[in-house]
Structure formats: structure tokens, C-alpha cells
């Protein structure tokens, strides 16, 4: 059920770049806009995202000592507080940062870019309130309504585009996010009301608060740096012509998407079995769980991947090609996309480490190795774009984000002694091997491509590389294949049980 939420909510992402492909192309507007998205964004996954990966820890935790009700409401009140606080420093100040960050951006460029950023930073206390109610259903296991009130934020989005985008351009964008964020909260909070979690006469004791934000904030800054990457890229591609910028967003966000639905779906089911198992010391079962989840990512991540830049132009032509967004565009898109493969690869399986590293309370670790690929990313985006244009945007994040991943499985490594096993590396063996026979696949399906449409190729070269993936599977015995297909057949004998008890 998670993974089917978290595929929507996915769907709704791409729903909403569609919608803004097909009013704003590669246009000025678009690019201002998701130019603009970029240090709002930063902050808003500073919040969420740090929230839930230093809170789930401590959650788990107090709840041991009983303590979490007061943990809960000791944080939803700060994080409110320091919250508004960052949303008057961002509006106040974004009319002086956008004009540093984007140079290149003038007249109407430049004043939509500025504006949008102030109501995105007037989203920031509605965010950092979402962030800790969005952590406490996690830390209890309850990751769907945290996925639903994402799709809350998305839905009202896109709604906000079909309705005003005509009358006010990008703008509209921004005010549906503001809307889905203040929808979104009341959500959490009925949510949250029934489970008797409020205390509303607490006061909040900030020596207590404080011990938590120093794990927090190392954890935060870490999250934080592929948003800051994201900054780089977009600075540099602003340098470039028009539609750059709209170019590398939106091949960032599709190459990702496998990592969006499958990584991070498997690293948040994980995480908390990660914490239980480290706050009782049953370090075997954390080292379970850890090489677990890098064997069940490397066996959906591969394939993805590897399908999804052989279709590449098939499948930006079906998801954006229409509108303003022209064929030119599709070809700039779909170039940059392929450079980004080794970014979405190597951060996939980054996912788990960091988790582990974040239960072993060595946030800062990673917050160093972070800080660092900020500086490597740079570097690499000045050497490429020199030496081969905009491509050496995505060129340096697949090469940044392979320097983080082995630094990151370096340090875990030394801290739990050795993950992979023998098996497990034969096992990641015969997976590569079945990826490259689907690629095969795929490929020779594409010779006869003129005999259909678009999308009923895509469909029939999804379906042909599934089904050759699956048989690879059972043909070089990958025992994950068969796990899942024994798990498949448990449920539904389970669920055929309590048919007949019924």
C-alpha cells in the first residue's frame, strides 16, 4: 500500500511538471520558476526530511522510557517557533539573494523569480509544523497518510495552474502550494488529535529541545546538500540559453523518479527497523536489515534505471511534448537525463547507508562527506562546463555522487565491519547480468517501433523488458525473485483464508 501511494504521489509530481511543460515550455517563466522553487525547496527538505531522519531515532527511543508524548510536543511547538521565524528572514531577504544567486536573469525574469520565491518562503512555518506531525506517523508506522498529505500539497498545485496559470502565470504554482500546505497540516493534525498526542499546555523546555536539534541539524544540512547541489546546477545552467535550466530540472526530476518510488519507499520502511534493532543492540539484525535493504534496491533500482534511459525520448515525448514544450526541447531534455544516470544510481543506494548512519547517531559523518561533495560539485561543474557545455551539469552530479556513496559505505563499513557478504555480491552479479540481457530486450523491441504509436511502444517495451527481467530472474536463480514470489503466494493464501473464515 505504501508503494502504491508513493507511486501516486510520484505520478502527482510528474502530473504538475507536465502541467507546467505545457504552459511554460523552456520558456524564461519556467525557467524563473523552478529557479525559484530551488532555496525554498532547500529549506522545506531541511525541515521534512531532517525532521523524520533525526526524529524516527529519538522517537524510537523515548518510547522505550515512555517519554514520547512529551518529545512530540515538546517539538511540534519549536519547530513552529524557529519556523516563522525562517519564513520572515526568507521573505525579507529574498529580493537580495535571487539577484546574487541568478545574475543572468533580467526584467521580468528576474521580478518573477524574486516574487515567487517570497511565497514559497511564506510556505516555511506551515512546512516545519507538516515536518514533525509527517516524523511522528513514520516513527509509528503509519507512512501512507504522510504520503496522502504530499499528494494534499500536489493536488492543490496543480489545481491552482489549470485555474490562474492563463491570469498569472508561474505565480499560481506557488499560491496552490501555500494552499495544499495549510490543507495539508489540518490533515495531520485531525490525525494526530485522535491519537491523544496533544498537550497543548506544555511549555517547551528548550534545554530538552536543544539535545534534540544538535542531532537534528548535522542530520538536516546533510539532507539538505542534494538540494544545495541542485542550487549548483541550476546556477551554472543559468549561464547557458534559454531553456537550460528547465532542461536539467526536468531530466533530474524524471531520472530520480525511480529512486523517489523504490529507494526511498525501501529506505523508509526500513529505517524504523533499523532503530528498533540498534535501541535493543541486536547488531546482527541491523546488519540484516542494512544488507536486506541494498540487496532489495539494487534489484528494482537496476532495471529502472537501465529501461528507463534506453526509452528516455519516448518517454519525456509522451510525459511533456505537447503545448509550449516543444520537440527541441524533448532532445535538449532527454540528453541531459542520460548524464544524470549515474546520479540517481549511486544516490539510490546511498539511501540505506545514510539510514544506518543516522541510527548510529553519526549525522555529523555525514554531514562532513555532504559539506564536501558541495565543494567536489562546484569543482566539477566549472571543469565540465568548460570542456563540454551544459552536459557537464548532470556529468558532475553522477560523478559527485559516486564520491559519496563509496565515502558514505566506506564509514558504515567501519562502523558495523563489512555489509555485502559473498552471497550477496554473487547475487548483484547475476542481477547486472539479467539488466543487461532486458536491455538487450528493449532494444531490439525499438527496431520495430515505426509500427506503432508512442505509447503503445513504450507500453510493449515496458511489458517485453519486465517480462525478460523476471525470466532472468528465475532462469539465474536470484533468490530475492524467489523471495518475493513466496512472499506474493503467502499473502494470497492468507488472504484466501480469511475468505473462507468470512
Known sequence: MFILFTLLLKISGLLRDMVVAYYFGDTYQADAYLAAFIIPNMIFLFLTTGM?????????????????????????????????????????????????????????????????????????????????????????????????????????????????????????????????????????????????????????????????????????????????NLAVDNIFASYFKEGVVTYVNYAKNLVHFPQAIFAVTIGTITFPLLAKSYAKKKMVQFNNHLEQGLMVISYVIFPAIVGMMVLMPSIIRLLFERGAFTAEATNGTAVVAYYYAGSVLFFSLAVIVNNGLYTLKKGHMLMMIGLGSI??????????????????????????????????????????????????????????????????????????????????????????????????????????????LKYRKKQDHNRSMLEEES
Open 52 to 228: 523524520k531522519n533525526a526524529f524516527v531515532p529519538s522517537y524510537v527511543e523515548a518510547k522505550e522510557k515512555g517519554g514520547e508524548t512529551i518529545l512530540f510536543n515538546q517539538l511540534w511547538k519549536a519547530t513552529g517557533m524557529i519556523s516563522l521565524v525562517l519564513a520572515f528572514i526568507g521573505i525579507l531577504f529574498s529580493p537580495v539573494v535571487i539577484p546574487i544567486i541568478y545574475p543572468n536573469f533580467q526584467g521580468a525574469a528576474m521580478t518573477l523569480a524574486i516574487h515567487t520565491t517570497m511565497i514559497f518562503m511564506g510556505c516555511i512555518m506551515f512546512v516545519g509544523l507538516n515536518a514533525v506531525f509527517e516524523a511522528y506517523l513514520d516513527a509509528e508506522s503509519k507512512y501512507i497518510f504522510s504520503v496522502i498529505s504530499q499528494i494534499i500539497v500536489l493536488g492543490t498545485m496543480i489545481s491552482a495552474a489549470i485555474l490562474l496559470a492563463s491570469e498569472i502565470g508561474p505565480y499560481a504554482l506557488a499560491i496552490g502550494y501555500l494552499i495544499g500546505t495549510i490543507v495539508s497540516l489540518l490533515f495531520k493534525i485531525i490525525l494526530v488529535y485522535r491519537h491523544q498526542m496533544f498537550q497543548l499546555a506544555t511549555k517547551v523546555n528548550w534545554k530538552e529541545v536543544r539535545a534534540f536539534f544538535v542531532i537534528f541539524i548535522p542530520v538536516a544540512i546533510t539532507v539538505m546538500v542534494g538540494q544545495v
Open 375 to 484: 565543494l567536489l560539485n562546484l569543482l566539477c561543474n566549472w571543469l565540465f562546463t568548460s570542456w563540454i557545455g551544459y552536459i557537464g551539469i548532470p556529468l558532475a552530479s553522477s560523478v559527485v555522487g559516486l564520491c559519496y556513496a563509496i565515502c558514505c559505505y566506506g564509514i558504515l563499513s567501519k562502523q558495523v565491519g563489512g555489509i555485502f557478504t559473498k552471497p550477496s555480491i554473487i547475487e548483484i552479479g547475476k542481477m547486472i547480468l539479467a539488466v543487461l540481457i532486458m536491455a538487450g530486450a528493449i532494444v531490439l523491441v525499438g527496431e520495430i517501433r515505426a509500427f506503432f504509436t508512442n505509447s503503445l511502444y513504450l507500453i510493449f517495451a515496458i511489458f517485453v523488458g519486465i517480462v525478460i527481467y523476471a525470466l532472468c530472474s528465475y532462469i539465474l536463480k536470484i533468490q530475492l525473485f524467489y523471495f518475493l
